[in-house]
């Protein structure tokens, strides 16, 4: 199963790399969990300072930007 987090503090870029990362993972297939991580003190746990992140099992896969499902779907595969 993989674990997909979505760091941000809930602003339109980070629903919409939810609502992103939801559909390719839908699409692949796969089980998955999604983990929404809102606490500014957490996501600069995560060692970022720009948001939204997408990580994927531990592994920041993009920050700052709002990957399309496609590209999404690469990073889960």
Do not use: F
């Amino acid at each position: 199963m993989k674990k997909i987090q979505i760091l941000g503090t809930g602003c339109p870029k980070c629903k919409k790399l939810t609502e992103n990362a939801e559909q390719a993972a839908k699409e692949l297939g796969i089980e998955y969990t999604i983990e929404k991580v809102t606490q500014i003190n957490d996501i600069m746990k995560m060692g970022v300072m720009m948001t939204p992140v997408l990580v994927v099992d531990g592994e920041v896969k993009v920050i700052g930007k709002v990957p399309p499902a496609e590209q999404i779907k690469k990073m889960l595969g």
